[in-house]
């Protein structure tokens, strides 16, 4: 029998490279469609929903409020944090895109039925969840000693 795992993970990684090469539209209709539930959220709320790093969600979300779609404001006691809301014509921009949405999604997952879809969740998600384990096998402790006396340098693939 042959041990696929690796071919999966690659092509989970293409899938998920091209998806995000249909433009960073994704990620800011994600950003979007994630406000449109709340009256704001901080950027740091945004970050760990959408599971990307700050300085995307910055990028994203000024790139929103340059188009008139999100607005921030500083959250009072917080300098560290900003507080974004989706605005009216982000709104009507995201219900705008919902045909298009529901287009890109029916010819994506076209053949597969709903049993399947739940099942490759389920795959996806606890492959997700053992992510940061797996990870940590990635990371070795370099058991020399480092030229300033210290062993505990690391070294990452």
Do not use: W
């Not at 999100?70 to 959250?75: A, G, H, K, Q, S």
């Not at 010819?107 to 998600?125: C, M, P």
């Amino acid at each position: 029998m042959t041990d696929n795992r690796m071919e999966v993970l690659l092509t989970v990684s293409r899938l998920q490279a091209r998806i995000s090469n249909t433009g960073s539209s994704v990620a800011r209709f994600s950003i979007l469609y994630a406000l449109s539930d709340s009256d704001s959220l901080s950027q740091t709320d945004l970050r760990r929903l959408l599971g990307i790093n700050a300085s995307a969600v910055t990028r994203h979300v000024q790139h929103l409020e340059g188009s008139g779609l999100v607005t921030r404001e500083r959250i009072p006691g917080d300098q560290r944090n900003v507080a974004v809301s989706i605005t009216p014509a982000g709104m009507q921009l995201l219900k705008g895109c919902e045909n298009n949405r529901e287009s890109f999604l029916s010819t994506l997952f076209a053949g597969l039925s709903h049993g399947e879809l739940t099942t490759l969740l389920d795959i996806v998600s606890s492959m997700e969840s053992h992510l940061d384990r797996a990870t940590e096998l990635c990371v070795r402790k370099d058991s020399t000693i480092a030229d300033n006396g210290s062993t505990d340098d690391k070294e990452t693939l």
